[in-house]
């Protein structure tokens, strides 16, 4: 529905706001949705984003760092998606 819409309307349009509203509101969160929405133009998902800054803010606030795990130093390292051995932790210099 999105990129027909966006494709017939200009910025601004009411139109525009019912099918990012929709979009935030009533469709999954499954990414089923992502074939049909990924043909909109960047207008779109502009919108999208700014749509839900408010949203994310307040949840951001209430979550704060939680999504860190401090007990594993790894938790963004590439290694840690290749299930390869941490540098840190495998390699062993020999300075006799």
Partial sequence: MAPCIYKHTQIGSLHRKLAVDI??????RDGGWFPDHVECDTQFHRDVYI????????GIKLAGC???DITDTCQYHEHTRLKKPCYK???TFGLD
Avoid: A, T
């Avoid at 979009?23 to 999954?28: H, R």
């Fill in 23 to 28: 979009f935030i509101n009533v469709l999954k």
């Fill in 51 to 58: 749509s839900l800054g408010p949203r994310l803010e307040k």
């Fill in 66 to 68: 939680s999504f860190l």
């Fill in 89 to 91: 932790k495998s390699l």
